[in-house]
């Protein structure tokens, strides 16, 4: 078992974790067990999963989980432009939050090439 928290990848999961929840605070009580509830779901399940995964025997399985957190990367993605598109957050915030979206499915796509590598 690897310890998830050295990774860069997962920490930078849990610093967007830490954004997302703020940011969705002043959405509108009607959003609270829809787009609310389900970004923070979402967002939680990526670094979950990066968690999961190493926790996990063999790289075939620590990649099934880790490719489970990019699904769960690309599903927020598309609610923060919903979140945007319909006023909830700012044009900026949104633009931040994706900025560090695509920078971590970057590293989490590399990570998963590395660990898929190791298992052949």
Same mark, same amino acid.
């Given at each position: ?44 399940? =990526? ?7 190493? +926790? ?27 979140? +945007? ?18 920078? =971590?499915?970057?590293?989490? +796509? ?11």
């Amino acid at each position: 078992m690897s310890d998830f928290k050295k990774l860069n990848v997962w920490q930078k999961a849990h610093e967007l974790t830490l954004l997302l929840y703020p940011a969705t605070t002043g959405f509108p009580k009607s959003e609270l067990y829809g787009l609310t509830s389900q970004m923070r779901r979402c967002c939680i399940s =990526i670094g979950s999963n990066i968690a999961e995964g190493c +926790g996990r025997v063999g790289e075939n399985e620590k990649a099934r989980f880790l490719q489970i957190a990019l699904g769960s990367l690309s599903e927020l993605e598309y609610q923060v432009l919903v979140a +945007g598109d319909l006023g909830y957050v700012s044009s900026e915030t949104a633009e931040a939050l994706t900025k560090r979206i695509l920078e =971590i499915g970057r590293m989490l +796509g590399s990570l998963v090439n590395k660990v898929r590598a190791a298992a052949v």
